[in-house]
């Protein structure tokens, strides 16, 4: 009898405890971690594609015992019910519910609640069209992830195939790390065609299936 192999998807490990702290990403955590000492009752979280935004907002939601809504499901209906309570707004961006985001800036403000916004660009590249609440975005700190170095990629690396329960050594780690873009998307995306491709073939992760990788992507 064949046996069939399940592909489950992967569990990322959300808990601050599994954070990778690095130069590009410490200020941004240090604007979760400092909460609720904010200047202000909202903050915009911003960085590129996979660059630890969605467990930085895990991390917070954690400490505030806030609830998670995407940007572009958010509603004005949604706004009377967070009074006095903390949200994250996940992936802020162009075509923004404005009312309803005006409307909670607003609440919290008045009501002492928090509301961290995550983006993959700055407030002030929204394309916001409502005045008042660009004005209300662009008075709101920043907190900013940047482009990982060397040691903080190999991390990630490392954590990526450990979520995915795959073991991976060091030297196929250095291996990758000399090949790869220097960016938190191309990780993501490598690992996951690693972990495909493992599985397909019911192979080990070695340093001749991630050339193979590798070499399909050239």
């Not at 609830?67 to 961006?93: H, N, Q, T």
């Not at 394309?127 to 990982?148: H, I």
């Not at 972990?195 to 192979?203: G, I, N, T, V």
């Amino acid at each position: 009898m064949t046996q069939l192999a399940f592909h489950l998807p992967p569990q990322p490990q959300m808990g601050r405890e599994d954070f990778l702290e690095a130069p590009c990403n410490g200020l941004a955590l240090s604007w979760i971690e400092r909460w609720p000492d904010w200047p202000a009752q909202a903050l915009v979280l911003c960085g590129p594609e996979g660059s630890g935004k969605t467990h930085l907002a895990n991390i917070f939601a954690a400490k505030a015992g806030a609830g998670i809504l995407s940007a572009d499901r958010f509603m004005e209906s949604d706004v009377p019910a967070l009074e006095g309570k903390s949200v994250v707004i996940e992936d802020c961006k162009a075509d923004l519910p404005e009312r309803a985001l005006f409307h909670l800036l607003n609440l919290a403000k008045e009501s002492q609640g928090f509301v961290l916004l995550t983006a993959r660009q700055p407030q002030a590249r929204w394309g916001v069209a409502l005045p008042d609440l660009r004005s209300r975005l662009l008075a709101l700190p920043l907190a900013e992830l940047k482009a990982p170095d060397d040691a903080l990629l190999t991390a990630l690396l490392a954590k990526l195939f450990a979520d995915r329960q795959l073991r991976v050594g060091p030297e196929a780690l250095s291996y990758i790390l000399g090949r790869i873009e220097r960016s938190f998307a191309a990780a993501h995306r490598l690992v996951g065609q690693i972990d495909d491709k493992a599985l397909a073939a019911k192979r080990p992760v070695t340093i001749p299936l991630i050339r193979d990788i590798l070499e399909l992507n050239a």
